[in-house]
């Protein structure tokens, strides 16, 4: 993979030396904290007469209505030089480097369907993070929220694909991003919401694998528009086939528990994984990936 020289993404956000921390009142929120203290001084009138200066405000635009409502004060966040090593630079402007290069293929294909691309962002932390889906951790991997629309990733992660689960190069680290990638895309074409609403249901890991393999599909459907670009040859495809065989659902449950259970698969198995990374390479057309159509065991 010739990656060196590509544009990069300006849609990364480095947030490695940053500390994030919640607002006052440990969650509570500042407001319900300031209420309390009017009670106590003024009563049941000065709490009234706060209530209602606070929707004037609320209504003008100058305070958060998460405040007045007890939720969460902003979280504030504090920067520290990032000391990081030459190796871990490049890593940086690689997968900067990769997202530029999903840009470019995603904005085509939306074109050619008749829709309009909204680029994705990506944040790139260390440790944990705060996501609008929630705390993000390392330990959770890459991970997209629909929330915010942003992909994050520890780069940390990379160290353990290759040692861990024993799926090295720097094409299997691209396929990762580009799966990734792939939910922003069931994202903007509303596949996401439908599969939330399966949530709570018996079909709920079923949809969860649909989307994951649908993903895959995208991810390989990425590589064979970019073959040209980035140079791809079969040694990265093998890469790529390795890295999806190595996070399926079985082999990770065989590896951390020893023994396979398939009814709580959210993910696909490693066949099934490598499959659909298969037919989006061969195929490189959105259509062919419909992983929603056919019944669940011809996946």
Not at 20 to 44: D, V
Not at 204 to 224: C, H, I, T
Request: net charge neutral; glycine share 12%.
């Amino acid at each position: 993979m010739e990656w060196k020289g590509r544009r990069q993404s300006s849609n990364v956000e480095d947030a490695r030396g940053r500390r994030s921390t919640a607002g006052m009142g440990g969650g509570r929120g500042i407001g319900m904290g300031l209420l309390s203290l009017i009670g106590r001084k003024f009563g049941i009138k000065g709490i009234l007469i706060a209530i209602v200066a606070g929707v004037v405000l609320w209504k003008l635009g100058i305070v958060d209505p998460n405040m007045l409502l007890g939720g969460s004060a902003p979280t504030s966040s504090s920067s520290s030089p990032v000391n990081a090593s030459p190796e871990e630079q490049e890593l940086y402007t690689f997968i900067a480097t990769v997202l530029g290069g999903t840009e470019e293929v995603w904005t085509e294909e939306f074109s050619r369907i008749g829709k309009t691309y909204k680029l994705p962002e990506m944040q790139v932390y260390t440790g944990a993070t705060r996501t609008a889906c929630g705390q993000g951790s390392a330990s959770m991997g890459p991970f997209y929220c629909p929330g915010d629309e942003k992909i994050y990733i520890d780069l940390s992660f990379y160290d353990e694909l290759a040692r861990t689960f024993n799926a090295p190069g720097d094409f299997a680290q691209a396929y990762v991003i580009a799966h990734e990638v792939g939910h922003h895309v069931q994202h903007l074409l509303g596949t996401t919401n439908k599969v939330n609403a399966a949530r709570g249901t018996s079909k709920q890991n079923e949809m969860s694998v649909r989307l994951e393999l649908q993903a895959d599909f995208y991810a390989g459907m990425w590589a064979k528009q970019s073959m040209e670009y980035f140079k791809i040859d079969r040694e990265d495809i093998m890469e790529a086939m390795g890295a999806a065989n190595a996070i399926g659902d079985d082999a990770i449950q065989k590896k951390s528990q020893g023994r396979v259970v398939p009814h709580t698969f959210t993910h696909g198995t490693s066949d099934q994984r490598m499959r659909w990374f298969k037919k989006g390479l061969e195929s490189g057309r959105i259509e062919d990936g419909d992983t929603f159509s056919m019944p669940y065991s011809q996946l």
